[in-house]
RNA sequence: GCCGAUGUAGCUCAGCUGGUAGAGCAGCUGAUUUGUAAUCAGCUGGUCGGCGGUUCGAAUCCGUCCAUCGGCUCCA
């Protein structure tokens, strides 16, 4: 630190431990940090001032809170690959003169920058070349120097420029708080914060190239988006690539078909996945579970026809919102007349509430089924199972009393928290969407409400002490509701389970329930469902497990390995014996050696593998191996069943 | 739907700048009767995604359509 010069203002800087320490007006955090040691200057990428995440190198003027980022924190990696995007710009710029840019923030793991090419075209081929030069230009230890600049100016320099993404985007922003920052020939307009300079970046990657709406806007030109990932470590890269490919061996198409669960047929149709006998026997097991906690939690399975009449949808509301733009009505030979496949099956439902008069005593009703329904997804967003047009939701809808809304959807909650527990998805995201206060006419129903029941949500939440997002304009057209969101290997977020108030189809439908006072009144609906479509819980979850389901779901528990054909009569009396006792197996008969049996087993991630040969079968025992663990020894067969069984119970004994 | 890429046997993939298709696994047949992650041999199997075009000649070049993949947009 520089001596104490008279006429220097002082400024107190707090750490993050509360220690306090002066330091002259005007001192960066850099040099705050070479003042504790020389390595955490060398490692310092950025500093947090309060709550704002400033450049390491923007002088301080004021008593501040200081926190110094590394690239050990989230904000400190968002800042160097920010930096990077930048790299990326200023390399397609020198590469590419007169190209346009749009914007380049950083994401969860790396960073985009989304540009407009003009007439070059681009492909994944010439990635390497901007890599290079990214390179090249991080090693020029290039500095980024921050400019406060007029909104004129700024209006002016990217005028010339010629860039008309930028100008919009400066148009959005009020005079005084606008920045350019520097680094080598490029100037961007961006807030900040960045590196100190280029010299951090040591490995870059461009991953991949994509179109992307400009302002996400499909009416919009679209732009070209480069991904990419940088490191302050070539090995890091290194690792991250493995990982990535690692991820993509758990990837649940890959799965689905080596592990024969499900498969699609061009035939049939995109976006129709076809379920094996191995993925039913799963599914099943699946909607077995559901259907066990739901009839405890007071749920009645219904089961209703997979079209609907016209009128049905017109009632409900979606034929208007949705009728073009989904498959297209069945006709009949009775003119004029018209089915629609189920898009849903809350109209549905609503007629089974109709369908005898309801009292205050009956609620809540809760309706549920398996209903499977079909709808027209863009070509481009079918995703194996993730994303299909045709599928099945645990559905139920609720119809109870506004005062039960709360209860019930408690309840709910309590369904999908169990689910989570049961197959063990320890993180997920809760999301909470409300309307767009902005833009209410994208809704139906009326504001007071709308009102009721974000409040019903949002207090639920409350007193469960759930920790939410809150997202405005992502609510359905019809009411908001609560969903439950879990990634996938590759680290794409989907929506699982989902809890939707609905003020709406009652009215729509004129449901009613007779009240203690002999009046009429008008239910509440609550749509749920907690694994959200049978399609894409499995899809997720065969992600999460790597194909190692839990033994109660697995479709075969154990398979049976006769050392050779002399031992075949033994294992069929084995199976049998397996088979009174509700173990799922099966036996390899086929004339191959005890290894290829195993290998085979193992591959087809089997949780347990039953060797029988002479001794087994002298002593009335099996050989029992755990699949990823290897020989567990001889055991008798009763204590085989009784151990798995037990197994089970552990995995599912506190739940059911 | 939009941008970009890909499309060879059931699966995984090879096939240089155009000369008429190949491996491993799987399957079938036979031999082997096997002890904790691949027994050996033989055989079958492909209008090289579909359709057009250029060419003496196309898996290879061009166009178009379809499907898949990575994103964008969308997701009742």
């Not at 990217?158 to 959005?172: R, V």
Request: charged residues 30%; hydrophobic residues 35%; contains cysteine.
């Amino acid at each position: 630190m520089h001596p104490k010069i008279s006429g220097y203002r002082m400024i107190n800087i707090t750490f993050p431990d509360n220690r306090i320490k002066q330091y002259e007006s005007g001192t960066t955090g850099l040099e705050i940090a070479r003042s504790i040691s020389e390595g955490l200057a060398r490692n310092v990428i950025s500093v947090k001032i309060n709550d704002e995440v400033w450049d390491a190198t923007r002088p301080i003027t004021f008593d501040a809170r200081i926190k110094l980022l590394t690239w050990e924190d989230e904000e400190g990696k968002g800042t160097y690959w920010h930096s990077s995007a930048h790299l990326l710009a200023e390399a397609v710029e020198l590469l590419y003169p007169g190209v346009k840019f749009g914007i380049g923030p950083h994401i969860e793991s790396g960073f985009y920058y989304d540009i407009d090419f003009g007439d070059y075209t681009i492909s994944s081929e010439d990635l390497p070349k901007i890599e290079n030069k990214m390179l090249e230009l991080a090693r020029e230890k290039q500095l980024f120097s921050r400019k406060e600049v007029t909104k004129q100016e700024a209006l002016e320099y990217f005028s010339q420029k010629g860039d008309e993404y930028k100008l919009e985007l400066i148009n959005d922003l009020a005079d005084g708080q606008i920045t350019f920052y520097e680094s080598g020939k490029f100037t961007d307009l961006c807030r900040g914060p960045h590196l100190a300079d280029t010299s951090q970046i040591k490995a870059v990657k461009l991953l991949n190239i994509a179109g992307a709406y400009w302002r996400g806007d499909e009416k919009r030109k679209q732009l070209t988006r480069i991904y990419g990932i940088t490191f302050p470590k070539q090995k890091e890269l290194t690792d991250y690539l493995v990982l990535l490919e690692e991820a993509k061996k758990r990837d649940h198409r890959k799965l689905g078909k080596d592990l024969e669960l499900f498969f699609f047929s061009q035939k049939v149709g995109m976006g129709l996945p076809i379920w094996l006998p191995k993925g039913t026997l799963l599914r099943e097991r699946l909607e077995m579970f559901l259907k066990r906690v739901q009839k405890k939690a007071g749920y009645q399975q219904v089961i209703c026809p997979h079209i609907g009449n016209v009128e049905l949808y017109k009632t409900s509301g979606h034929y208007q919102k949705y009728g073009e733009s989904s498959f297209h009505p069945i006709t009949t030979p009775v003119p004029g007349e018209e089915f629609f496949l189920k898009p849903m099956n809350c109209p549905h439902h609503c007629e089974v509430y109709k369908s005898k008069p309801r009292s205050y005593k009956d609620l809540p009703v809760r309706i549920a089924e398996f209903g499977t329904v079909y709808r027209y997804e863009q070509s481009g967003e079918l995703h194996g199972l993730t994303r299909v047009r045709g599928f099945t939701q645990d559905d139920a809808h609720i119809f109870c009393t506004p005062e039960q809304v709360k209860d019930e959807f408690k309840g709910v909650m309590d369904i999908v928290m169990l689910i989570f527990k049961a197959l063990d998805f320890k993180e997920f995201i809760t999301q909470i969407s409300l309307r767009d206060k902005n833009n209410k006419e994208k809704y139906i129903g009326s504001d007071e409400n709308w009102d009721k029941a974000e409040k019903a949500i949002l207090e639920v939440a409350e007193e469960r002490g759930l920790k939410t997002v809150i997202e405005y304009g992502e609510a359905a057209f019809y009411g908001p509701k609560m969903d439950f969101m879990v990634k996938d290997a590759l680290g794409r977020k989907w929506q699982l389970g989902t809890i939707q108030v609905d003020y709406n189809l009652p009215d729509r439908f004129e449901l009613e329930y007779i009240g203690n006072d002999n009046q009429k009144h008008r239910p509440v609906m609550i749509h749920r469902a907690p694994f959200g479509s049978m399609e894409r819980f499995v899809a997720v979850l065969l992600e999460h497990t790597a194909g190692k389901f839990p033994l109660w779901l697995t479709p075969d528990q154990a398979i049976i390995l006769p050392i050779s054909e002399k031992y075949q009569k033994y294992a069929e009396k084995v199976l049998s014996l397996l088979n009174n006792s509700d173990i799922r197996a099966q036996i390899d008969d086929r004339n191959e050696k005890a290894g290829k049996k195993i290998r085979d087993a193992e591959l087809m991630k089997i949780p347990y593998m039953l060797v029988v040969g002479e001794k087994e079968e002298g002593e009335g025992t099996v050989s029992v191996r755990r699949q990823g663990q290897g020989d567990l020894g001889p055991q008798k067969i009763d204590d085989f069943i009784h151990f798995l069984n037990e197994e089970v119970k552990k995995e599912l004994g506190e739940i059911l």
